[in-house]
């Protein structure tokens, strides 16, 4: 059995938790929480081009999986390609870089984009 990566998604969330209520502070949760929502829709997107027939390699393995998205004539692979870019550099600026501020709109927003990626992901034909 191979793992479930929405439960990336679902652990994201449950690191934002009760965000309405604690607006400032806790930056670690947030940080933790879009890298772990990224995961979830990289991680959805990778397994589907899997099973496409792909050959994900693992260096490069972001950018091959958001291009072979884009490299579609389907509108809804390229609005998931362009998702997970954005999704991407909010992964990227909440991992490395220490003098940004992630706060929690940005954790709701990439748990937000990682929702669409995995639905869209999950209506695309076999």
Do not use: C
């Amino acid at each position: 059995m191979s793992f479930n990566w929405v439960e990336f998604l679902g652990f994201a969330q449950s690191l934002i938790g009760d965000f309405d209520t604690r607006p400032h502070g806790e930056e670690a949760k947030f940080r933790a929480a879009v890298s772990r929502a990224y995961y979830a829709a990289h991680g959805m997107a990778r397994e589907k081009l899997k099973h496409e027939g792909h050959t994900v390699p693992t260096k490069r393995a972001h950018q091959y999986v958001i291009d072979a998205f884009r490299n579609s004539r389907d509108k809804s692979r390229i609005r998931i390609a362009d998702d997970l870019n954005v999704l991407l550099s909010k992964r990227i600026k909440a991992d490395y870089r220490a003098d940004a501020i992630i706060q929690v709109a940005t954790a709701k927003l990439a748990s937000q984009l990682a929702e669409g990626i995995i639905q869209g992901i999950e209506t695309l034909a076999e």
